[in-house]
């Protein structure tokens, strides 16, 4: 398994969740990396990225502020911090990686790799 995310689970609204993604060392070096997330009936969508050197991140505007991505390279692992999370947070949360344009957001076609998801349920 090149990408394994974990530490979904249900919280109420408002509480905090940490998610991690571990990352095999041929997946994670020099790869910029991403959440994503999937509602039910939704398509998928961009949540943040980090670039491989962790100095830029991007969010998706209904995150920024609650929610904050990093990385550490030592461990080749990647967080997301969330935090006054709502019901519409929950999804089904997949971690990412590969290569994007300068500054630009990661997008699902410059992923080259996708890890196996982990569940959010917010409840009201």
């Known amino acids: 398994v090149q990408l394994q995310a974990s530490g979904g689970g249900l919280v109420q609204a408002g509480g905090s969740l940490r998610l991690s993604c571990a990352a095999s060392e041929r997946t994670y070096n020099n790869h910029d990396m991403g959440w994503f997330r999937q509602a039910p009936g939704k398509e998928r969508e961009f949540v943040a990225d980090?670039?491989?050197?962790?100095?830029?991140?991007n969010y998706a505007a209904s995150v920024k502020g609650r929610f904050a991505i990093s990385r550490d390279n030592a461990k080749k692992t990647l967080f997301l911090q969330m935090s006054s999370l709502k019901t519409e947070d929950t999804a089904i949360y997949y971690c990412?990686?590969?290569?994007?344009?300068?500054?630009?957001?990661?997008?699902?076609?410059?992923?080259?790799?996708w890890g196996r998801g982990t569940l959010v349920t917010v409840s009201s």
């Open positions: 990412a990686a590969g290569n994007k344009h300068y500054y630009d957001p990661l997008r699902a076609t410059d992923v080259d790799s």
């Open positions: 980090i670039n491989w050197r962790g100095s830029y991140k």
